[in-house]
Nanobody, 127 residues
Framework: VQLQASGGGLVQAGGSLRLSCVLSGLTFSNYVLGWFRQAPGKERELVAG????????YYADFVKGRFTISRNNAKSTVLLQMNNLMPEDTAVYYCAADARPPRGMTIATMSMEYDFWGQGTQVTVSS
């Protein structure tokens, strides 16, 4: 199983980036997908998640209205469109795949629930 993330970089505050993650070695449509981020000295946190059929999405409060997660099951790709970036968005961003969310949940929010991880891509937002 391999998750290959790309699209990070350096951008000024107010700018945009689009992260992409291509998954291979698994049946893509069977997995819930998430984008996490981890800033230095902080815990890894869920930014956005999307259900298997893309009918449900989850966004952390700090990105609502600015970020959009989407998936293309035919291309085994999950995207994170990030607009109006702020310096506090600076972090390493990781894509992750979850085969079985906890009972009662469509999208798991805890990193421990995710089975496979990408290598991370650095996003740096300058003020």
């Amino acid at each position: 199983v391999q998750l290959q993330a790309s699209g990070g970089g350096l951008v000024q505050a107010g700018g945009s980036l689009r992260l992409s993650c291509v998954l291979s070695g698994l049946t893509f449509s069977n997995y819930v997908l998430g984008w996490f981020r981890q800033a230095p000295g902080k815990e890894r946190e869920l930014v956005a998640g999307i259900s298997r059929s893309a009918t449900s999405t989850y966004y952390a409060d700090f990105v609502k209205g600015r970020f959009t997660i989407s998936r293309n099951n035919a291309k085994s790709t999950v995207l994170l469109q990030m607009n109006n970036l702020m310096p506090e968005d600076t972090a390493v961003y990781y894509c992750a795949a979850d085969a079985r969310p906890p009972r009662g949940m469509t999208i798991a929010t805890m990193s421990m629930e995710y089975d496979f991880w990408g290598q991370g891509t650095q996003v740096t937002v300058s003020s």
